[in-house]
Every structure is written in C-alpha cells, then in structure tokens.
C-alpha cells in the first residue's frame, strides 16, 4: 500500500468561491466543470465512464476507497473524470479481492483530487448556482493565479468532447456468426453497454465517432447503436448527419445518452444546457406505455426539449419521464424504427431494472429482419427481466 501523506490542497469555483482540504491522488492542478454523483457504490466504474471526461467530480457518499479498486472493474481503459472532489478518501481497503488501494490507483492514472472537504456544502452551493468551471491544486495554493489559470478553461456548453474520447480504430465484440449485427457509433461507449449486447448473443462493430455513414453501412448491420459519451450535443454536426442518414435507410436505431440526444436533434428536437444534470444510480424514471416505474442510473448535464417534442408530437412520442423532475427520459420516433433513452439501462454501477431495453431492440431487429412477423415491439418493461 503507497506511503501516502497527504498535502494541502484548494478547491476553486468559478464563482470564487473557495474550499480549503488535503491532496487525493497526484499532486498537481487540475480543471473542468464541476458536477455531484449521488451514488454510494461504484465509484471505479464511475471514474472510468467516458461520459464524464472533462468534469470534476464530487462524490457525495462520505467514503471512496473503502473497498479499493480492482482492474476489472471499469468502463474503460482509463480514468475519465478531470479530478475527484471527496469527503473520506479512505487509502486503507478491505476488501481481499481489490488489486489496490485508490491512492496506488490514482497515482498510476495520474489523477489529481481533494479530500476532508465539506462536500454537502459544496453540493448545496451548486445546486443553488447550477453547474460551473472549477480547479483543484496540491502545488499551487495561490488563489489569484488559480483564477488566471480558471479563467482560461472552456465552458462545457459548445464543447465537442466525444471524438477525444472515441476509438481510433474499429474493433469487433462478439459471436461473428450471430444473426444480429450491430454498428456502434462510439461516442464514449461504456464496456458494459457493450456487454450487454454480446451476453444477448449479438455481434458488434464498434466505429470511431467520426466514422461516414457510408463505411459503417458497407459493413451491413441489422442495426445501430449511438452511444453515451461527453460534451455537448449541440456541438456534434457530424453525428447529427450520420443519425439522419441511419433514418434514411430505416434500420432499427436505438441511443443511450448522448446517443438519446443525437437522435432527437435528427429530428430537429433541439437539447439544452441543464441547471445541474442527473448524475446517480437511484433515479426514477416512469415508463409511460407499462405505467411500470423503474430506478435507474444517470449520468448526463444536457436534457431535450419537451416543448419542441410537444409541437412534434406527430413525429416523436414521449416514452418515458423523469419522475424527479418531469424532463424527457425517453422518446419514440413515430416515422422510424428508432428509440432512444436518456438513462443508462446498463447500469454498472446501479440497478438492472431497464435491460429489457436490450431486448426490446433485439425484438426489433428480429421483426425488421422478419423473424418476429406478428411481433409488437414496444417499450413496455417485461416481467423477469
């Protein structure tokens, strides 16, 4: 376990105000824009989720590190998150079956992070003033020069981020010999999505982001995939376009996240900036076909316009609802054979009450390829799932 002594450490927000706590991980500077996960358990998952490259994040469970990390436990191959904001960074573990402590983990990711911080009050402050920019240093402890160096961060609003964090080449999951192939636009692809799929016996292509329509068509799928993944959608011309043309050829479509997002912006449903966005794994969403609630995991700071769906409603329908908040967490487009939800029904970390979702895109496959004739696809949440 590393001989770990921690340093002092400031938190800044963009707003100016100031948190003072000790070092986490490697010492150094870090920025982005800061958001809260209300999740108690797997924090190593959510460190790896592509879908937060560019944002500080702050744990609102009193202890990370606790259990440790084990290398087989993450979205990726990498840690995703700019920085960690926590409580507890509790370096001692207990569980036998982790690899190592966190501090070993971030120090080999190179993660830079603060702890023995009121997270509560922090979490408040946001909550109140809505998502912004921040930076956490170990080296420097001189707030003028931290606002200098704040000041030249990005907004989050209008950033592309999702071909930084795609795949360079495409690569193959699964049983070559399936019946069903899927393209995967990978946009920040979580394994676990990818997982799904394959356990269902499916056979996967995944395509850089910036990959044309044409190439991933050659390839002659049953059906597409967009991915989660970070940054903003509005920024993304180029996977608009390729959504647009998947319709045009009118294959099965389904999107998680960002991939949610995508598609509604194909149809000219525009997205928004989120005061906060959803981030945990105890979200409850209502599934308005079964009338069926379900908790899910969440991970996302842009939304759909309800009001844009609302004047569309010939064209895209509204499948399911926050129950939070009442935002869009899940449409139908009525002219296609597309669906998409804003929630992660992988999960990993959170509950598996929306893997039916998987299926249901299967069915939709089969029935396109006419395996399943007489079949209704619909979104209903299933017995057993």
Known sequence: MSDFQPQPAVLLLEDGTIFKGKSAGKIGTTSGEICFNTGMTGYQEVFTDPSYFGQLLITTNAH??????????????????????????????????????????????????????DTRAIVRHIRDKGAMN???????????????????????????????????????????HSNHK???????????????????????????????????????????????G?????????????????LKVNKPLFGICLGHQLLALSVDIPTYKMHNGHRGINH???????????ITSQNHGFGVSPEAIEANKDKVEVTHINLNDNTVEGIR?????????????EASPGPHDARYLFDQFIKMIEKDKGHLTNTTVTTSNTINQ
Not at 134 to 158: Q, R, T, Y
């Open 64 to 117: 990370i590190g606790n259990y440790g990390t084990k290398d087989t436990e993450t979205e990726s191959e990498r840690i995703m998150i700019s920085g960690l904001i926590c409580k507890n960074f509790t370096n001692r573990y207990s569980r036998q079956l982790a690899d190592q402590s966190i501090q070993e983990y971030f120090e080999k990711e190179e993660l830079v992070g603060i702890s023995d911080v």
């Open 134 to 176: 921040a930076i956490i240093s170990s080296e420097i402890l001189d707030v003028d020069k931290l606002k200098a160096m704040l000041a030249k961060v990005p907004s989050m609003k209008g950033l592309e981020l999702a071909s930084k964090v795609s795949t360079r080449e495409a690569y193959y999951v699964g049983d070559p």
């Open 182 to 228: 899927i393209a995967v636009l990978d946009f920040g692809v979580k394994r676990n999505i990818l997982n799904c799929f394959k356990d269902r016996g499916c056979y996967l292509k995944v395509f850089p982001a910036k990959t044309p329509f044409e190439e991933i068509q050659a390839w002659k799928p049953d059906g597409y995939f967009l991915s989660n």
């Open 230 to 246: 970070p940054g903003d959608p509005a920024s993304m011309e180029y996977a608009v376009n390729t959504a647009k043309e998947i």
């Open 284 to 294: 409850p969403v209502k599934n308005l076909e079964s009338g069926k609630g379900e």
């Open 333 to 345: 487009l009525k002219e296609y054979k597309a669906f998409s939800v804003q929630y992660h029904p």
